[in-house]
T-cell receptor, first 111, second 117 residues
Framework: SQQGEEDPQALSIQEGENATMNCSYK?????LQWYRQNSGRGLVHLIL?????REKHSGRLRVTLDTSKKSSSLLITASRAADTASYFC???????????FGAGTTVTVRA | GAVVSQHPSWVICKSGTSVKIECRSL??????MFWYRQFPKQSLMLMAT?????????EQGVEKDKFLINHASLTLSTLTVTSAHPEDSSFYIC?????????????FGPGTRLTVL
């Protein structure tokens, strides 16, 4: 099942710039997670933010969560070529244990 | 984090044959495993949820007779694609979670790329 929308669908930036992508969802959640996927590879878990948290940091990543708007954002600061990947948000719904993935944002970082 | 493996990492088969994909949690016990399918340039779509020792729960539109799931132990779940056809070609990813611990994180396997000729 897919409950989230992500925007933009694709993003191209210069190395060193920041990248911001947004995720919106529809139902109540326990937490929201962000994953990275390099082309043709598996998922890498980036960060998890619980429904009672508003902001979380991990290295160059900053995630915000607004449960009143049912939206989240992922900011990657000082991007590097190695950040080129697809990024997915996934929501852990309050009434079951399944993760629902957003459509994803493809980020290209130009050297 | 915990490690989940999948085998094989890729498989090519002829139309009409069956293919089995294994998902193992290597360093923890998974009460629940999830199977996802991902078509090129698309997101992950949940196919089914399997709980150890019980029948899998399939998402709407997923044929349970075509995608057989077995979760016989706390460390192994298998997905068998029966009578595979070219439209079943996809990237299949499993994930594992231990709900006894009320664990929040799911741990994902590296995926299996299936190509049906």
């Amino acid at each position: 099942s897919q409950q989230g929308e992500e925007d933009p669908q694709a993003l191209s930036i210069q190395e060193g710039e920041n990248a911001t992508m947004n995720c919106s969802y529809k139902t109540s959640i326990n937490n929201l997670q962000w994953y990275r996927q390099n082309s043709g590879r598996g998922l890498v878990h980036l960060i998890l933010i619980r429904s009672n948290e508003r902001e979380k940091h991990s290295g160059r990543l900053r995630v915000t969560l607004d449960t009143s708007k049912k939206s989240s954002s992922l900011l990657i600061t000082a991007s590097r070529a190695a950040d080129t990947a697809s990024y997915f948000c996934a929501t852990d719904a309050a009434d079951d244990y399944k993760l629902s993935f957003g459509a994803g944002t493809t980020v290209t970082v130009r050297a | 984090g915990a490690v989940v493996s999948q085998h094989p990492s890729w498989v090519i088969c002829k139309s009409g044959t069956s293919v089995k994909i294994e998902c193992r949690s290597l360093d923890f016990q998974a009460t629940t495993m999830f199977w996802y399918r991902q078509f090129p340039k698309q997101s992950l779509m949940l196919m089914a949820t399997s709980n150890e020792g019980s029948k899998a729960t399939y998402e709407q539109g997923v044929e349970k007779d075509k995608f057989l799931i077995n979760h016989a132990s706390l460390t192994l779940s298998t997905l068998t694609v029966t009578s595979a056809h070219p439209e079943d070609s996809s990237f299949y990813i499993c994930s594992a979670r231990d709900l006894r611990q009320q664990a929040v994180e799911q741990f994902f396997g590296p995926g299996t790329r299936l190509t049906v000729l």
